[in-house]
Each structure stands twice: as structure tokens, then as C-alpha cells.
């Protein structure tokens, strides 16, 4: 009595529902396999990176006039480094240059520029794709120029600083892990020595500066050692030096939020999949045990066991399983170089691909134990029915089923009211379909929701990440009366509001900090404070969410903020999120730090004329004054693509796979009850129905089901969705979420979803029309 044999006539029985649960696992194993492995992959990819390219864990510059030799011989005795290498470089604070090379928007961005022909043990020149010099005017450019730039090989390359432009030939790509993108405010290059050597004669002694390189036996040391470096050099800081810079790989890492909030969103898909998957089969196995309940009455009869037919049941859907989990690990090697060419793009890293086979084997095996178990406990019926029951249908004593909606008594049309009777007799089946629908619904709802609030109506993902939207950047050139500069430019024509905005990193009790100070956070577009106010007075601050757990401190306690050899309390006002920074200052707060300082940068807000048209006119009255002006508009419109393109890629996964689910779980039901009604249906023709009426029929029985399933899981989508991001980036320090829900949005999707749920409820039953009255009296 071979189990296996039952089991394989059992799928060639049901072929169409064994095909349908077939790509049901497929894509919840595609989607399960992507999403681990991107998020396994990235815990510990510029870890990785940093090893392949022999990268530094941390980097620090400085100008050479600020330069101690003591601070070598620091990084030399710190625990935990295993290498250190200083090396002279040339240092600019800001320079602009285009980063798209499809747009006509410059960037502004502090440069280092390298002596491609030096030797480094840290950070070795390693080219990903190189063309002969055959002149002087050759650079060489991080890799992020071509992944997210559109920079190629023998492409010309300008930097603009202090009014002068430098033009190059990019001749080859170079991967860096903590200075290849803009994101950490610093970017390298490489020039050939005999252009170095002559762009550093023309800059003069300004612009000589120190790369400090640390590579670490464990790189989570990075961030501790930047701590500790500024605390036993406070001088040492980005106020006193405007070439000061320092990066480890804890900051390179904030770069794959973005893929890690995909993966997750995919994982989280997956698992919908895998539960719409196992309630289907719990709904197949019951109802073919109910079908098949005859032949079961034989089988026990011929002398098979409850375990062997229940074991013949679970291993049809196990093999059908195995065989769609196995499929769509395979398919899923192809689609995480899809998002190879994303994370490349984020990171300015190329991914290695692939999928490591540990976790294939574990989205195989989750998939297989569920879908084993599930198997397994819905054929509990098998174990009860006794031979003689079964052999009678099932009737052990009476079966009388009640008359829902008897037509002589209920009222409406009689299209209408069959189609109600055939919905109230399969209640099992409804909750199944409502159940999937709800999910699917929901899915989509909050797929949809997040794409519309990152690529059309971004205020709300501007004020999550904490990232201010002014028209026109200002960076004003060193020992320029700033104050000044911003009282004339807020009478410009056009002008709406002027603040200043700028960055430092202080240390807040013994933790190294990034901060940013204004003059009037009352007058910027977001407001990233999510409890208490932003600072007004000299002695107040705000911290992020995050730094308010790790420091224990809450808003009205006292903590102590130092810069340089300055220590002072400073009372916290507020708790705020953003990704770039950590804390918020006055500018009299930063000026109590340090006496004197200004704001260098200014944001500017337009009302009645464009940004080209105000960055040609401040330019023109202030041309001495300005170090950089940056259409920041643009700016982010460009920074935001690659962001957009990553959440279309995954609204439109979601979106396919919902229609591919309801397509599926539509043609297996309805095929399933054809033949459960066949002469049921075979007798109403005979009657004179037509195949459209009873098509209709059929249609009209699902309509209400997933009305409501539809609803329940738009009204889910509206409510939960703000709730389940804030879960999703809780680790990334975003402790509230205010998505816009876009009502006639959602209202669409849903009308949408049932349209198309009519439409192949209509297209699935044409199979009807095969069923003839001749048909039935043959058989």
C-alpha cells in the first residue's frame, strides 16, 4: 500500500488546484528568499566591503596646520587597531560639482583629493573599471558617479571652488566604503601625481590636509574610537577647522535603510503569501476529504490506516509544496540581482550576488514545516470517519441541511436571490476568500500609501527622516559676515523666509554627536520634533528619540554638551527623529560653546520667483560672499529617485502578486464548486438557464465577500499602516510616522480590487458552458 501512489493520483486529479497552490509557495519562497537574504547580507555588508577592498573602519581629516603628531601616535596605542596610516592629501571645505550627470543642478560637498600614485597599505587603489590616460587631465571617481550618477568611462568631470572650475576626464571607478558617497558630507578622488602636484601648488598651504585611516580587529570599535579621539583631542573639531571630518562604518550603514524597509516589507508579503497559501490548503483538504469521503470508506476498507490516507493527503500538498518552494529559491537567485543594481545605487558599493545556500535551505525548510503541520492537523476528519459512515457519504444518523432564503417566501430577483443561497451555503469557503482578500488588501493599501508619500506628496517623508526642503542652499564664504548676508538676502524680491541651518559635532555625556543649530527653527517648512519644542534659549537643547533612551534622558532633564575644551549643561526641550542628526541647538546655544561662532549656511525659502532665477540674482549682487549656492530644490528632487524607483519596484510587486492571489484563489474555488455543483448546475440548464445567468450566478456569490473583505482590509490599510512603519523603523531611531491616507486613493484601489474579482469570477466560470444535461445522464 504505497502512500507516495496515492498522493500523486490525488494531484493529477486536481491538476488546475494543484498548479494554483504551485505559485502560490513559488512566490512566497521568491519573496521569503529575497527578503532574508538582503537583510542578512546587508547586517554585514560594509563590514565585508571594508574587508574585500582592505578599507578603513574610521577616517578622520583635518588641515595640516591643525595637524599633531600626537594624534598618530594615539590611533597607533588605541585598543583594538590593527593597522593606522596618515597620509597628506589635499582638503577643500566645499566644492561643487554636478553629482547626476543628467541634471544641470550643482552639489555642494566637501572634496578629497588624493595622489593616485602613492602607495597606502589602508584603502589601496583598486579600479572596477578603468580606460588608458593618455593626458594629465584624468580622474578617477567613485563608483556611486556611475551607479547613481550616470557617469561613464571618458565622461568630463568639473569641481567649482572659490569661483575657479577644474575640469577632468573620468578614467576609471573606485569603490569606497566610508567616502565614495555624499551621504557621510565627504567624498574622494584620485588625481595622477603630476596633476596633484600642480592642483596643490595652485590651492597653496589652505588647502593641504591629513587623512587619518584606522583599520580595527572588530569594526563595532570605530564608533567608540571616534568618542574617545575627540574627547582626548576637544580642539580637534569642525568649528576650530572647517576641514575637520570624521566617518566610521556605523555611519556608512545608515545608507541601507531604505533596502532594509524593502526587505522587511517583503518578508512581511511573504508571510502573508505563506498564510493565504496554508488557509488554502486547509480548505482543499477538507473539502476533497468531503468530495472524496466515498473513496475513503473503500480505502479503509481495502485495509489503509487513518495515518496513511491522512499522510497521503499532507504529502500531496508537501510535494506540491517542495516542488513551489524549490522553484522559487531558484527564481529568486535572478531576482536579487534586481536589487543588486538598487542597493549599488544606495551604497555606491557593487553587491556581490547570489544567495548563500544556508538561506535558501531555511526558506525551504519554514516553508515545509508549515505547510506539513497545516497538512497534517486538517485531516483530523479522516482519523474520526469510520468505513461504514463514509461509505454512506458521511451520514452517520440524519444530514439535513437548513433552506437558507427559500424562494417561495424571499423576496428580490431570482438571479439575485440563487446567487445569496449559493453564498450562504458555503460558509467555510467565505471566510476563506474574505480572509485572503482582507490581507492582500491590506498589502496593497500600504504599499500604495507608502509609494504616494516618497513620490508625490513627500512632506510627511521629509518630516519622518528629519530632512529640511528649502528652495536654494547658501554656503557663505569663510570670514563673511553671515548676519549680514541673511538680513539683505530676506529683502531680495521673491524671498519668503531666510533661516540659517547649519552642523557641527559636539559631545553629549562622553557620546560624539552630530547637531545642527539655527537662528529660528519656528521657520522651517518641517517640524521634526514629535514631543516637547524645539530650542529658543542658549541653555536648551533637542535630542532624537534614540539618544534619549541610550543617554536615559527625557525631555526636562539636564545633560551636559561639550565642544572643544567648553563644557555646559544644556536643559532638553524636546524629543525629535532624523536619520543625519542627533541633537538641535540654538545658535546662542552653539555661541555659549563657542563665543563668535556663526551660522554658514543659510536656507532660503522662494515665493514668486524660481530657484535658477534667485541663484543667478544672489550671485550677481554677492558675489564675494558666497562660497556655494545650491538649488536645493533639485537637489533633493534628484537625491529622491533612487528612493522613488526602489518603492515603485516594491508597489508594483505587490500590486502583481495581489492580482496574481486573487486570480488564483478565485480559479480554485470556483473551479472547485463547479465540480461539487455539477449536477446541480448541468440540471438548471436543462431547465432553460443560460450559460451567462448561471455564470453570473456564480459571480454575483462572491461579489458581497470580498466587498467586505475589501473594506475590512482598506479600513486596516488606512489605520495601521503609520502604526506598522513606526515597528518597521523603529531601529533606525523613527518613533512616529504621520503618512498622508489618501482617501479617494484607497477608495480606488478597493473599487478596483473588486471589479477585477467580478471579472475573473466571470472569466473562471465560462467553464460551464461545457456542462450538458446528455453529459449527466451518460456519466
Request: net charge neutral; with cysteine; charged share 15%.
Amino acid at each position: 500500500m504505497n502512500v507516495l501512489n496515492l498522493s500523486w493520483a490525488n494531484i493529477k486529479k486536481r491538476k488546475g488546484a494543484a498548479f494554483s497552490l504551485f505559485i502560490l509557495i513559488l512566490t512566497a519562497s521568491l519573496l521569503l528568499n529575497i527578503g532574508i537574504t538582503i537583510v542578512s547580507s546587508m547586517g554585514r555588508f560594509y563590514e565585508k566591503k571594508a574587508d574585500e577592498l582592505h578599507d578603513a573602519h574610521a577616517v578622520i581629516t583635518m588641515s595640516a596646520s591643525h595637524f599633531k603628531p600626537s594624534t598618530e601616535d594615539y590611533i597607533k596605542s588605541y585598543e583594538g587597531v590593527k593597522e593606522q596610516e596618515t597620509e597628506r592629501i589635499i582638503l577643500i571645505p566645499k566644492a561643487a560639482f554636478r553629482y547626476d550627470k543628467d541634471t544641470d543642478n550643482d552639489f555642494s560637498l566637501r572634496i578629497a583629493l588624493l595622489n593616485a600614485d602613492n602607495n597606502r597599505n589602508i584603502a589601496p587603489l583598486k579600479l572596477v573599471e578603468s580606460i588608458p590616460a593618455n593626458d594629465e587631465t584624468g580622474i578617477l571617481a567613485p563608483y556611486s558617479l556611475k551607479a547613481s550618477g550616470g557617469y561613464q568611462l571618458g565622461d568630463s568631470f568639473s569641481l567649482t571652488y572659490q569661483n575657479v572650475t577644474y575640469s577632468y576626464k573620468i578614467t576609471g571607478f573606485f569603490e569606497s566604503t566610508l567616502m565614495g558617497k555624499p551621504n557621510l558630507a565627504l567624498m574622494k578622488f584620485y588625481l595622477p601625481d603630476t596633476t596633484y602636484r600642480e592642483l596643490q601648488h595652485k590651492l597653496g598651504a589652505d588647502a593641504e590636509g591629513i587623512l587619518q585611516s584606522a583599520v580595527f580587529k572588530d569594526s563595532s570599535q570605530s564608533t567608540s574610537f571616534l568618542r574617545d579621539y575627540s574627547a582626548e583631542f576637544p580642539e580637534l573639531n569642525d568649528s576650530n577647522d572647517i576641514n575637520f571630518w570624521s566617518g566610521d562604518i556605523g555611519q556608512a550603514k545608515s545608507s541601507t535603510l531604505t533596502i532594509n524597509i524593502v526587505a522587511m516589507i517583503l518578508i512581511v508579503f511573504a508571510a502573508i503569501i505563506v498564510v493565504v497559501s496554508l488557509i488554502v490548503i486547509k480548505f482543499r483538504i477538507a473539502d476533497s476529504i468531503e468530495e472524496g469521503i466515498v473513496n475513503i470508506g473503500v480505502l479503509k476498507a481495502l485495509g489503509y490506516t487513518s495515518r496513511q490516507i491522512s499522510s497521503s493527503f499532507a504529502l500531496q500538498f508537501t510535494l506540491t509544496g517542495l516542488a513551489g518552494s524549490v522553484a522559487g529559491v531558484a527564481l529568486s537567485y535572478a531576482a536579487v540581482q534586481a536589487f543588486g543594481g538598487i542597493i549599488a545605487t544606495l551604497t555606491g558599493l557593487r553587491w556581490p550576488g547570489g544567495t548563500p545556500l544556508g538561506n535558501s535551505l531555511l526558506s525551504i525548510a519554514i516553508l515545509m514545516v508549515l505547510v506539513w503541520a497545516v497538512a497534517m492537523g486538517s485531516t483530523w476528519r479522516v482519523r474520526r470517519l469510520q468505513p461504514v459512515a463514509a461509505l454512506r457519504g458521511g451520514i452517520v444518523t440524519h444530514n439535513f441541511k437548513r433552506n437558507h432564503l427559500p424562494l417561495h417566501k424571499a423576496k428580490g430577483g431570482l438571479q439575485f436571490l440563487l446567487a445569496c443561497k449559493t453564498m450562504l451555503a458555503n460558509s467555510r469557503q467565505n471566510l476563506l476568500i474574505g480572509c485572503i482578500i482582507t490581507a492582500i488588501t491590506f498589502a496593497s493599501v500600504f504599499s500604495a500609501v507608502f509609494y504616494y508619500n516618497i513620490a508625490e506628496d513627500k512632506t510627511a517623508f521629509f518630516q519622518m527622516t528629519g530632512a529640511e526642503t528649502p528652495n536654494v542652499g547658501i554656503q557663505v564664504q569663510q570670514g563673511q559676515d553671515s548676519e549680514r548676508l541673511l538680513k539683505e538676502i530676506k529683502g531680495m524680491n521673491g524671498v519668503e523666509k531666510a533661516v540659517f541651518q547649519d552642523y557641527l559635532t559636539v559631545t553629549i555625556n562622553g557620546r560624539q554627536v552630530s547637531s545642527d543649530f539655527s537662528d529660528d527653527y519656528a521657520q522651517m517648512d518641517n517640524n521634526t520634533v514629535v514631543k516637547g519644542r524645539h530650542p529658543k534659549y542658549d541653555n536648551e537643547i533637542v535630542i532624537t528619540s534614540t539618544l534619549s533612551r541610550l543617554l536615559g534622558k527625557s525631555i526636562g532633564d539636564t545633560i551636559n554638551v561639550d565642544l572643544g575644551k567648553v563644557s555646559e549643561p544644556f536643559l532638553i526641550t524636546g524629543l525629535s527623529q532624523s536619520l543625519s542628526t542627533d541633537a538641535s541647538l540654538a545658535l546662542e546655544g552653539v555661541q555659549r560653546l563657542m563665543p563668535g561662532q556663526q551660522a554658514m549656511s543659510i536656507n532660503v525659502y522662494l515665493d514668486g520667483t524660481t530657484s535658477p532665477e534667485f541663484i543667478e540674482a544672489v550671485k550677481s549682487q554677492y558675489p564675494d560672499m558666497l562660497q556655494s549656492v545650491t538649488n536645493a530644490e533639485k537637489s533633493i528632487a534628484d537625491s529622491m529617485k533612487v528612493y522613488i524607483s526602489a518603492i515603485f519596484t516594491l508597489m508594483v510587486v505587490i500590486l502583481a502578486i495581489t492580482v496574481l492571489t486573487v486570480s488564483l484563489i478565485l480559479y480554485l474555488v470556483i473551479q472547485t464548486g463547479i465540480l461539487k455543483r455539477k449536477r446541480e448546475l448541468g440540471i438548471m440548464r436543462a431547465l432553460g438557464y443560460t450559460t451567462f445567468q448561471l455564470r453570473s450566478q456564480i459571480a454575483m456569490s462572491f461579489l458581497p465577500v470580498v466587498t467586505v473583505g475589501v473594506l475590512i482590509g482598506a479600513c486596516l490599510g488606512g489605520l495601521y499602516t503609520n502604526s506598522m512603519l513606526e515597528m518597521l523603523l523603529s531601529s533606525a531611531g523613527i518613533a512616529q510616522v504621520n503618512f498622508t491616507i489618501q482617501a479617494p486613493m484607497i477608495i480606488g484601489l478597493g473599487i478596483g480590487l473588486i471589479l477585477f474579482s467580478y471579472l475573473i469570477s466571470m472569466l473562471v466560470s465560462h467553464r460551464i458552458k461545457r456542462i450538458t444535461a446528455y453529459e449527466l445522464i451518460t456519466e
